[in-house]
C-alpha cells in the first residue's frame, strides 16, 4: 500500500548545494518546502569530527560519504556496439549521498566560468569558422553578465577566498586577468600559499604566464556569511576532498546555509527516502509529485505544487528517463534531448620531484593552489590548432593521503624494495600540477537505459557511452607540455608527464564533474530545460545540477552549478509564482 | 511539585553505554527533521565501528599465503619494516571478513560477460571470493610450477611468481591473474597506510617510512615550511606513545573507556 | 526552537486575544512578558527535552535533592493556575508559597524572586493571563527523600536560607548598577546555579556567584571584578554573550545555552549593560597558587592537546572570537570544581543558536577516544599552560563522572 501524503507547495529531491540554496530562498519566499534525501542525516560534530575525520581508508576508499553501487550506479562502455558493463566499484568519479551531498566532501576549487564559455558555439564559430559536424556543443541560453550576481551570492555565502582579477572592469593585479568582470571583490584574501605554489608561481611567470591564487572554499580566515552563520580558519590539514571538514572551515551545505534552513517552521527534510519516479498528470503538462520509498521499503506518494530535482547530474537524468519525462537520445538519429550532450573533464599532469627541498604536501587543503589561465577556454588564439576550449593548470596543494599517493620517478617498478625505497624518498619531496580541460559535448558521448542491468527495483540503470574525443586529445597535447615547462622551471631534479593517451577508463579516479544529459537550451528542439531550468514538457518541474551544462569547460562546476540555482530561484520566486506555467515561450 | 529519583532524561542517557553511541544511519531509517535546531545529541557520533571489531575470513593456509605474498611486495629491508611488520595480513583479514570483503555495497549482479580493460572491476565475486578462488588457483599453479606452495618458495622463485600474475602470464583458470595482482596490491597498500585503527599499519610503520605524520588536523604553524624538512611524530586516531605518559609512571594505565 | 516560535505566536497571541484579560492593558502585558523573559520562566517550565507545549510544564529538573517536575504555569482551571489570584500569585513569587499555603520546593527560585516588587509580578501574572490555557496532567509520585517530603519542613529550610523581601537599591550606586544588581538577583536568578550551595541546598552567601555545581555541570565563577572569574572579559564582553551566545572567549552551550536562547539574547542592551555593570563590580579573592602538575603529566597533557584540541582552540590556547573557546585564562578551565570541562571533553557539547549566531558549532565526543588518565592529563595540562594556573585533576575524577553520566 502506498503511502499517501497531504500536498506541498515544493518538494526537493536530493538536499546537497542545490537542494539547500533552493530550500532557502523558496522557503523566505513562505512556500512549504520539503527535502527528500536517499541518504541520511550527517553534520559536523557526529558524522566528520576532527576526533575521526581524518581516515583515509574509511572515508576514501571505503567509500564512507558516497553512494553505494548497490543502491544506484551505471553501466559503461566506450563506444556504440560495445556492450556495457556496470560500474560494480566507483573509480573514475564518486558520486555523493546524504545530506549536504557532494558539498560535503568536495575540495572547494571554485571558479565562475569564463563569458566566453557561455558562448562555446557562436563565439568559436566566430572566431574559428565552423565547428565539426559532430561536436554538438551549444550555447548556454544564459550569460555570464546574468549570472554574475548570482555568482556573487553563492561566493558571499561560502566565503569564498581569492583575488579578484577583473573588478568591474578594473584589472588587477595578482587576480586572473581572464576572468569575467566581477561586482566585488572575493569576500575573504586568499589562501596562504605554500613551497610549492611558491615554486610554480616563480616558473609560471618566468614564462610570462599569469599565475593567480585559486579561489577558495577553504577558509583562509574566521568569516560570519549573510546568513549569519560563521566558519573558522583552515587548518591545512589535508583531508578535503572525499572527506568533510572536522572544524567548519570548508564551506559546505551543512556550515553556511543549514543551520538556517532548518530552523524554518516551513522547512521539512525527510532522510532515506528514494525518489522513483516523478509524477504527472494526464496531459503531460505538469508533475503532480513524487513517489518514493523509504528504509522500511514502504511506498510513499508525494504530491507537490512544484518539483525540483536536486540530485547529482547521474541521479536526476536517469529519474527523468525512468519517469518518461521527453524522449531519450538516440545518437544514430540525432533524435531526443534526454540523455545528450554528455561531457565530462579531460585531466593530465605533471609530477615534479625534488632532491634537497621538502614539499610537505601533507600540510595542504582542498583549494590550496596557485593557477594560470592563459590556456583555459578561449583565453589563447586557437587557430590552426584543430580544438576548442583549454584547460587551467594549477599547483594544488591538496594533500599526501599514503594509500592515495604513493610518487615514484619514470621507471620505478610498481612493488618490492625498488618501490618502498623510491617511496621513502620521494613522499615528502614531490608536488604535482594538473591540467584541468574542458569537455566538449560529442554526438557519440551519451547517456540512455541500459538493457540488460537492472537495480533492485528492476529498473533499468543508466548506460554511459563515453570516450575521449579528438578534440579532448588535441587539448591535452597541446596543453600538457606547457604544464611540463612550467614543472621543469620549478627546480625540481625530474619531471614525470602523465598524459592523456588511452580510451577514457572508469576505474582511476578522474574527478566527479559529470556533466550534461539535462542540458538547458533555446528550444524544446535542442535542450531539456529552459533558460530558467525549467522542463520544457512539465513546467512545474525544475531540474538543478551540472546535468544542464550543454559541455562542460575548463574550469570545476560548483559555482556555475550554485548561480544557476540562485539564478532559477530567482526566476521562481519572481515570475513562476506569479504566473505558473512555462516561463519561455517558443 | 513532584520529585523522581530517576528522570527519564537521565535513563535515556543511560541506555547510551556512557560512552559514545554509535549512529547507525541503516536502522535510524526514514526521519523527518525541521523547525529545529540541527539535531545533536551529547555523546553521540558516527564513530569507526567497523574498524574496531576484529574479524577472521582466512584459513591458516591462506593466511600464510597471504602474509608470504605481502612480505614480498612491502619486504622488510635497509629501509625499514615491510608488510609483515605493520600486520597487513590481519589488516586484509579483517577487511574480507566485513562488509567490504562480502560486497556488500556493490552492485553485483550479473551477467559477468569478458570486460573491455576500461571497465573496471568485473570479477563475478566479491573481495573476499575473489581472494578465495585465487588462492587457491595460486596454491595450485605453485604446486604444479614449483612442486610446492607460494610460502614454501624461495624469495626469488615468489617474485618471479608474483611478476608473472602482474603481467597476467599465470594462468589462475577462473580468475584474471592481472587483476587479482592489482588487487592484492591494492589492499597491501592500504593496509601498510591506513590508519592503525583499521588494524595494519602496526606501530605506524608505514607512515614512519615516508614521513606522514598521520591523523593530524592543524599544519598552521608549520605552512611556510619553505621547503625545509619538519619533525612530526605520526599520531594515529587513537593516538601516539607520548599520550600515555602516565602508564610507565604508574605501571598499569586505566584503560577504563577508551575502546 | 519549536518553543521559540511558539513563543513568537505567543506574543501575537497577547495582541489579538483578550478572552478573559480584557482588563488588563497592553502596557502591563508587554511588561510581563518582558520580565517572565528576564526570569527565564518558560525555559523551566517547558518540557524542552520531549518538545512539550510551552509553559505547560512537565520538564524533568535535576536539584540536589532529586528530580523535579515543573508545573504547568498556564491558565488552565484543572491542571494550570487557572483559578490563581493575583494575590496567590505574588505569594508564591515573594514567600514560596503554594494557593493552599503549603510551602514549595526551593527548586523554584522564589528566593531570588522575593526581589522581584510588586508590580513587576503582577505584571508577569497578566502576561501569563494571555497564554492560551493547556491541559497538562503529570502524573504525582510520592517518592521524595526525608525530610524534604514532609513540605512543612521546608519552613525550617526557609528560616535558615530564605531571605525574604524585594529588592533595595543601593544609593550609593548608580541606577544602572542598581537595575543590573536586581536583574541577576531577582528575575535573572544567577546564582541559582552560580552560587556555590550547602549541603542543605541552600546558596551560600559568602559564595554568591563564585560557581557551582548542579546536574553534574559545574556553572562557572562569574564575577567580573578584580580576580573573579571573568575579571579578563569587558563588560562588551559580557553584553555580546549574553546578547548572542558568542564572544572573543566563548560560546554559550548547555545549561546556559538555553538561558542564552530563551532569555538574555531578548533583553535591552541596556539590560545587559547594567549585568554588565554590575558583574563587573564583583570582586573576588585571590587564587590560591596550585602545585604544577608533574613534567610527565603535562608533557602527556601537552601531546594530546596538541594532536586533539590545537585545531579548533589553537596551540596556545586562545581559541577563535566568537567560535572556539578560549581556554587560556577561561573560568571554565580554571574552576575549582572541573566538572564541566571534563564533562565537555567527554561528551562533547553544541554552542547554541541564536538570532546573532545561527550556526550551531559543536565540539565532538571523546570519551571513546581518550582514556581516564589521557583525559586527566589534558585537563591538568590545560589548567597550568599558558597563562593558566590551577590544581591537577585526577584520572578517578574523570572515572566518576564517566560513570555518573552513564547512569
Redesign the interface.
Known sequence: MTEIHRSIDVVLVGFGWTGAILAHELTAEGLQVLALER?????T???F??????????YY???EMFQ???QE?QT???RRG??A?????W?SYLPGV?VGGAGVHWNGQTFRFLPSDFLARSHNQERYGALPDDMTVQDYPVTYDELEPHFDRFEKLCGICGQAGNLQGDLRPGGNPFEGWRSNEYPNPPM?M??SQ?RFKASARDMGLNPFPAPSANMSRAYTNPLGVRMA?C?????CEKFGC??YSKASP?TTI??VV????????????DVLHVNKDRDNTRATGVTYI???G?LHEQPAQIVILCGYQLSNTRLMMLSGIGEIYDPATGQGQLGRNYTYQVMSGVDVF?D?????E??GAGALGMVVDDYNGDNFDHSGLGFIGGAYIACWTTH?R??ES?PVPEGTP????EW??A??QN??RHTSLSVHGASMAHRENYLDLDP???DRYGRPLMRMTYDFTANDRRLSEHITPVAAQIARGMGGREIKVNALDA?????PYQTTHNTGGTIMGETPADSVVNRYLQSWELHNLFVMGAGVFPQNAGYNPTATVAALAYWSAHAIRTQYLRAPGPLVQV | ??????????FL??C?????AL?M??V?????????????A???????H??MHAARFFTPEEYEMADAITA????D?D??P?AQAAGVVDFIDRQLAGF?GR???????G?F?E????????APYPPAGLWRAGLAALDQHCHQAHGQGFAALDGPTQ?DV?KGM?KGEVDLNTTDAASFFDFI?EM???GF???P??GGNRDMV??H??????????????????????DMPP?S????P?????????GT??????? | ??AR?AMGAVVLAAMVQTAGAQDLSWSEVERGRYLAIAANCVSCHTDL?HGGTPWAGGR?M??P???????NITFDAETGIGNWTRDDFWRALHEGRRRDGAH??P??PYTHFTRMPREDVDAIYAYLRTIPPVESH?V??E???LP?RVRTAIAAWNALHFDQGVFQPDPERSEQWNRGAYLVKGPGHCGACHTDRNLLGGEREDEFLRGGVLENWHAPNIRGGAHGGIAHWSRHDIVAYLGTGRNEHTAAMTRMGEVVQYSTQHLTDGDLNAIATYLKSLDDTPRDASERP?D??M??GE??YF?NC??CHH?DGSGEPDMFARLDGSNKVLSDDATTVIRII?????A??TDAHPG?L?M??F????????I??LVSYMRNAWGNTAPAVS?SD??DL??A???
Open positions: 541518504g541520511g542525516w550527517r553534520d560534530p557526529t558524522d569530527p576532527t576526533t575521526h575525520a581524518p581516515d583515509e581508508l574509511r576508499w571505503r567509500h553505494e553501487t548497490a550506479t559503461f562502455r566506450n560495445q556492450t558493463l556496470p560500474i560494480r566499484r573509480g546524504g596562504e605554500t613551497f611558491d580558519p587548518t591545512y590539514c589535508g583531508f572536522g572544524n551543512q543549514l543551520p532548518m530552523q524554518q517552521s516551513n522547512f521539512r527534510l525527510r532522510t532515506h527516502c523509504d528504509a522500511h514502504q625534488f634537497d627541498a621538502f614539499t610537505n601533507y600540510i599526501a599514503p594509500i604513493q610498481e612493488w618490492g624494495s618502498k625505497r617511496l621513502q613522499f615528502l540488460t542491468y537492472k580510451h577514457y577508463d572508469i576505474w | 511539585m513532584l520529585q523522581r529519583r530517576i528522570g527519564k532524561r537521565v542517557r543511560g547510551l553505554l556512557g560512552a559514545t549512529v544511519p541503516s535510524l531509517g526514514a526521519r523527518e527533521y525541521g523547525g529545529t535546531n540541527m539535531p545533536w551529547a555523546g553521540v557520533a558516527n564513530l569507526p567497523d574498524a614480498r611486495l612491502i619486504p629491508d629501509t625499514g615491510g567490504y560486497g556488500q555495497r556493490w552492485y553485483m549482479q551477467p560477460p570486460p573491455l580493460e576500461t571497465q573496471g572491476y568485473q617474485d608474483l602482474e596490491r597491501t597498500i592500504e597506510f591506513c590508519d585503527v583499521h608505514g607512515w617510512l615516508i614521513g606522514f605524520p598521520g591523523a593530524r588536523y592543524d599544519y598552521r604553524d608549520f605552512l611556510h615550511h619553505n621547503g625545509a624538512a619538519i599520531v586516531l587513537m593516538g601516539r607520548a599520550w600515555n605518559a602516565q602508564q610507565g609512571q604508574r594505565g586505566n584503560r577504563k573507556g577508551a575502546r | 526552537m519549536i516560535v527535552d524533568e535535576e536539584t535533592f532529586g528530580v523535579i517536575i515543573t508545573p514549595m520546593y527548586a523554584f503529570h504525582p509520585e517518592d521524595l527523600p524534604l608533574s610527565a603529566v608533557q602527556a601531546a594530546i594532536d590545537a585545531a596551540a567527554l561528551e562533547g557539547a553544541q547554541v543558536p550551531p559543536a565532538p565526543a570519551d571513546w577516544k581518550l582514556n581516564d588518565d589521557q586527566a592529563d584520572p574523570v572515572a564517566r560513570d553520566l552513564a547512569e
